[in-house]
């Protein structure tokens, strides 16, 4: 890479879409170029329910972060969440092909290949590959083995797998957005990879992710990424919990959460009060902080109870590298106390440090550039093709019917769907 690469990621949430723009240099130093971000429809506990509507809060997004840096966007990074997926462990095995025996890519490209040639059912549709270690002969722990001598090559992987329905009902909205796919990744998968430090991977962290209507549980170990599951609780329910007690409307008690909220009782205020319009009437009642604070933490220790639940299905039985909380509701006041109290470990908050998306809420996105970046450098892979253009000037009536009647003639444009498949059998004949 001669070149600061640009990437675009687009992060299809419940609660909102986000779309950012970053430039990343020879040094890995991630700046945001251009953001927007809209509030989601069609969309709820991550899957899409009205396509149309889910289009349109795709298109808002991504307008609004190319009016930023006034050029057009073409190709976009796509998350997709934890729900409905499976890891499957996965091993490949190849001989080395040259006569040297020195690895080469297409000795490393093959036994990914092998790797990812395994029967899966026919609802299921491939997403990801991690890569956990590489053999050869018999040496292990190998990230790399490309220029090292041999003459067996394995790979002890990962296959990330989620409902064909879930994934291609996002990729027809990308699509239909007028958007091209330029990778696809798990967002737990990325987030987790960026946000943790390497002691935390190595020792073993919980990353959770508390968005709008779910909450995310990621677990790393020995480097690895090992398990992840999706809880249908999140940000929402504390706001219709406030809205029912308050008797307020959604708007009102999510603008009391944000300015008022605090997650542990015991730190909140009962000397900072607040007026709250009653619904159907033209009277307004008075709260403190406090009040609210039992009822914000009350849904948030039945999500971190939830949280322990899910720990103990996946067999995690500590976990000495602590919690690592983000997503839009880790931005409450008090969160980290009471996540220490529930879950007894060190409990961190992670925020994005780039300017323009210091929030919490924007690290999946953040984090899809990252992740893309690392598996470009990987495998020399940087993309030719634009991801952003200049905007055209308007033709003319004539010059537009020319062109419709070249289109004509052409061959149809291959689908989204088309290059994702092709993408995820880039290794697979």
Request: charged content about 25%; proline content about 3%; overall charge negative.
């Amino acid at each position: 890479m001669s070149q600061a690469e640009l990437y675009v990621s687009l992060d299809i949430g419940s609660n909102s879409v986000k779309c950012i723009i970053g430039e990343v240099s020879d040094a890995d130093t991630f700046n945001v170029i251009g953001s927007g971000k809209v509030k989601s429809a069609g969309i709820k506990k991550g899957n899409i329910v009205d396509i149309d509507a889910a289009v349109a809060s795709i298109k808002k997004a991504v307008s609004r972060a190319e009016a930023m840096v006034g050029m057009s966007v073409h190709k976009v990074i796509l998350g997709i969440p934890a729900n409905q997926v499976m890891l499957q462990d996965v091993k490949g095995v190849v001989a080395i092909n040259s006569e040297n025996r020195e690895i080469t890519d297409d000795d490393l490209y093959r036994v990914i290949e092998s790797a990812e040639v395994m029967s899966i059912s026919p609802d299921r549709e491939r997403v990801n590959i991690v890569r956990r270690q590489f053999f050869v002969d018999n040496l292990s722990e190998i990230k790399d083995p490309r220029g090292m001598i041999g003459i067996r090559l394995e790979m002890d992987g990962t296959l990330i797998t989620t409902s064909k329905t879930v994934l291609h009902n996002v990729l027809r909205c990308v699509e239909k957005a007028g958007l091209e796919i330029q990778e696809i990744y798990l967002q737990s998968l990325a987030s987790g990879y960026f946000v943790l430090t390497d002691d935390e991977k190595t020792r073993g962290t919980a990353f959770i992710d508390i968005g709008g209507e779910s909450t995310t549980i990621s677990i790393y170990k020995n480097e690895h990424f090992q398990h992840t599951a999706m809880i249908p609780l999140g940000g929402d329910n504390i706001t219709k919990d406030l809205s029912i007690v308050l008797k307020t409307p959604l708007e009102q008690a999510e603008q009391i959460k944000l300015d008022y909220g605090h997650a542990f009782y015991d730190h909140a205020s009962e000397d900072e009060l607040f007026t709250v319009p009653v619904i159907g009437s033209d009277s307004k009642e008075q709260f403190s902080q406090r009040y609210i604070s039992e009822i914000i933490g009350s849904r948030l220790e039945e999500i971190f109870d939830l949280v322990i639940d899910e720990l103990y299905n996946m067999g995690v039985q500590d976990l000495p590298g602590g919690v690592v909380l983000t997503g839009g509701v880790a931005k409450l006041d008090g969160l980290q106390e009471l996540a220490h109290e529930m879950l007894q470990t060190r409990v961190r908050i992670y925020v994005p440090n780039q300017i323009g998306v210091r929030e919490p809420e924007y690290t999946t996105a953040v984090s899809l550039i990252h992740y893309a970046h690392k598996e470009s450098e990987f495998f020399d892979d940087f993309s030719e093709e634009p991801t952003l253009t200049s905007p055209q000037p308007q033709q003319s009536k004539r010059t537009e019917k020319e062109s419709k009647a070249t289109t004509a003639n052409e061959e149809p444009k291959e689908s989204v769907i088309g290059k994702f498949k092709g993408f995820m059998n880039r290794f697979i004949q």
